[in-house]
């Protein structure tokens, strides 16, 4: 990930003084990193949010991210007051904090299920049950599955 901050910037960021400005493109940085860029842009078409993040307007900013964010569930469902920015910039941030929670958990659990599986030998191993435990809940893609199976013959030779 490229960082582009300027000095100044980057002494905000070490002071713990960022403007207001400078939290929502981090955010935004945030966000594309933990849902990914495709979840991002299908969240802003959805919603029509790309006028609202090229605005110079913080509040509208500060929208577009809490639509992308809580995917139109948050607790603002229009552009904010200048008075409540600060609020919805929280709502946001805990959002963000969710999404990261949820990945988190998942990943956890996606390694135990991996690793109880090694842990069978390939005769007894139900391939399709297992299957559908990682690729019909989104753990893992097709073509991950095909590469963890194929690792899982290999160790067990």
């Known amino acids: 990930m490229k960082d582009n901050f300027s000095v100044d910037e980057m002494q905000d960021i070490i002071d713990g ?10 955010l935004l940085e945030v966000l594309k990193n933990v849902l990914d860029e495709g979840a991002v842009r299908a969240r802003t078409v959805k919603f029509k949010l790309q006028k609202y993040l090229k605005s110079k307007k913080i509040n509208e900013r500060v929208y577009a991210l809490n639509m992308i964010a809580s995917d139109g569930r948050g607790k603002v469902q229009s552009v904010p007051e200048a008075e409540k920015v600060q609020e919805a910039l929280e709502d946001t941030y805990e959002w963000v904090s969710e999404e990261l929670a949820r990945r988190y958990i998942q990943k956890q659990n996606y390694y135990t299920l991996l690793q109880n599986c090694i842990c069978k ?5 139900d391939t ?18 095909k590469l963890t199976t194929k690792k899982l013959l290999e160790l067990q030779k």
């Open 128 to 145: 399709k049950s297992i299957y559908k435990a990682f690729v019909k809940n989104g753990l893992m893609d097709r073509l991950q599955w």
């Open 121 to 125: 030998s390939v005769e007894t191993l």
């Open 17 to 26: 003084g960022l403007s207001m400005d400078s939290q929502i493109n981090v």
